[in-house]
Every structure is written in structure tokens, then in C-alpha cells.
T-cell receptor, first 111, second 114 residues
Framework: DAKTTQPPSMDCAEGRAANLPCNHSTISGNEYVYWYRQIHSQGPQYIIHGLKNNETNEMASLIITEDRKSSTLILPHATLRDTAVYYCIVSSTGTASKLTFGTGTRLQVTL | DTEVTQTPKHLVMGMTNKKSLKCEQHMGHRAMYWYKQKAKKPPELMFVYSYEKLSINESVPSRFSPECPNSSLLNLHLHALQPEDSALYLC?????????????FGPGTRLLVL
């Protein structure tokens, strides 16, 4: 599986956009980029995923560079409830996917 | 409905005990997973079941024994655990195939081995 690199921590003011970067320079052509988050002591929560194109859902937007070597998760209006560890994961494909979690980015949203 | 349930929420056991963790999903998913998460660390994959067959075992010690009795249920049988096995045990499920198998996680079972 391709490895990902994320900053260990970030701060964001409530109401502002949170932009979380991720590098995945060794990603292969058929691997997807997934984002999950984990709020303290809970199970990881799926946010969004993409292959090449930018994606948006009710939670977030995912911007993937044209060379696919990096991506950015955007939370458009961060709230205190978005404080969590955010994991960027590149998935292997197959009969069942294998998620290899990196250390993630701890996002702290403040008033 | 994207709910995966896990029981119990908390478990305390001695090193000589035998216990089981249970995971259930009713989303029609045919792949189920066990992860282990130590404090302040990311989740680590333990086992993957695909269509009720064990497809991945990440070199997990034999004191952890998974079982998938049917497509909705996944158990993890525990025997002769060590204190270092204390962790949050997470279950997940997905619909396998196509390269974009989003996994949905349960809330986890927090295990303490004394």
C-alpha cells in the first residue's frame, strides 16, 4: 500500500474552513484516497474518498492534485464537534480492502 | 443504515479467562474486519473475512481466534491474553469488490486485561 504523510496537528477557528493536507507520492493508478476521522474514544468515521476527480459530500470536499501525489480534505465551516484525528489512507484493492492507518492529523477547532 | 454494533462496550478479564467480542451489521456487507487500537496509536488491522472466509490474518497471536458464523456476525474469541493486549478492539464491515470498499466501523470494545 502507498504510504501517506500528514502533519501531526493543526488548529482551526470555529466557522472557518479547515484544510487538511496529505501526501501520497507513491500512490498507484488504481488506488483510492480515503479520509476517516476518529473522535476521542469512538470508532473511525468515514468522511469521503476519491480516485482522480475532486469530490464533495455533505461532510467535506476532497481535492486531489492532477498527478495524484497529494490531496486536501476541506471542512468548509469547522465546528467544535469536528475536533478529531483525521486519517488519510490509500487503499489497496482486492476482494476486501485493507486500510493501513498512518498517524493522522489531530485537528483542534477552537472558539 | 450504516450501523455496526459491538458488544460489550467494556470488558475486564484476567489472563486465564476466556471471553468473546461480538460484532454485528445488517447492511448486507460481505467483508468484515477486526482492528486493534492501542492508546494514542492508529488502528491496526488484525483479521479480514470476505464472504465468511478468513482472507487476511496479520500474523496475530493464536490467543486471538476470529469466527464468522454468518454474513452478519463476527466474533473474536479471547483466551490467555496478556496485559499488553489491553486496547480498543474495533470491528468494521464493507461491501467487497470494485476497489472502493468503504469500511464502516463500530464504536469498539475497550478491553482491559489484568
Amino acid at each position: 500500500d502507498a504510504k501517506t504523510t500528514q502533519p501531526p496537528s493543526m488548529d482551526c477557528a470555529e466557522g472557518r474552513a479547515a484544510n487538511l493536507p496529505c501526501n501520497h507520492s507513491t500512490i498507484s493508478g488504481n488506488e483510492y484516497v480515503y479520509w476517516y476521522r476518529q473522535i476521542h474514544s469512538q470508532g473511525p468515521q468515514y468522511i469521503i474518498h476519491g480516485l482522480k476527480n475532486n469530490e464533495t459530500n455533505e461532510m467535506a470536499s476532497l481535492i486531489i492534485t492532477e498527478d495524484r501525489k497529494s490531496s486536501t480534505l476541506i471542512l468548509p465551516h469547522a465546528t467544535l464537534r469536528d475536533t478529531a484525528v483525521y486519517y488519510c489512507i490509500v487503499s489497496s484493492t482486492g476482494t476486501a480492502s485493507k486500510l493501513t492507518f498512518g498517524t493522522g492529523t489531530r485537528l483542534q477547532v477552537t472558539l | 443504515d450504516t450501523e455496526v454494533t459491538q458488544t460489550p462496550k467494556h470488558l475486564v478479564m484476567g489472563m486465564t479467562n476466556k471471553k468473546s467480542l461480538k460484532c454485528e451489521q445488517h447492511m448486507g456487507h460481505r467483508a468484515m474486519y477486526w482492528y486493534k487500537q492501542k492508546a494514542k496509536k492508529p488502528p491496526e488491522l488484525m483479521f479480514v473475512y470476505s464472504y465468511e472466509k478468513l482472507s487476511i490474518n496479520e500474523s496475530v497471536p493464536s490467543r486471538f481466534s476470529p469466527e464468522c458464523p454468518n454474513s452478519s456476525l463476527l466474533n473474536l474469541h479471547l483466551h490467555a491474553l496478556q496485559p499488553e493486549d489491553s486496547a480498543l478492539y474495533l470491528c468494521a464491515s464493507s461491501h467487497p469488490g470494485g476497489g472502493q470498499e468503504t469500511q464502516y466501523f463500530g464504536p469498539g470494545t475497550r478491553l482491559l486485561v489484568l
